[in-house]
């Protein structure tokens, strides 16, 4: 085809330069850097706001007193049924 004088046309390019205020030659020779660079901008603008340190917030002071949670069935005090108590051997 180049040897006969045919010259192929892009149509991506022709799309995008109908867009933009760009000629269509610009938009075919820029058209393969635009992907790189913008995932090079991006990774970059990523990598700053990951590596960014947000404002510490002051805790807020508790109003009352903290109630205690229960840890189960409650033990009655004293000896239980169950449990025998160690007998010392004099």
Request: hydrophobic share 45%; aromatic share 2%.
């Amino acid at each position: 085809m180049a040897q006969a004088g045919v010259v192929p046309k892009d149509p991506m390019a022709s799309r995008i330069a109908a867009v933009l205020p760009i000629p269509e030659e610009a938009v075919r020779i820029y058209q393969p850097l635009v992907l790189p660079l913008a995932i090079s901008g991006l990774g970059l603008l990523l990598i700053a706001v990951g590596a960014h340190q947000p404002k510490r917030r002051k805790a807020r002071k508790r109003r009352g007193r903290r109630k205690r949670k229960a840890l189960g069935p409650r033990r009655p005090s004293g000896s239980s049924a169950k449990v025998l108590p160690f007998k010392k051997i004099a």
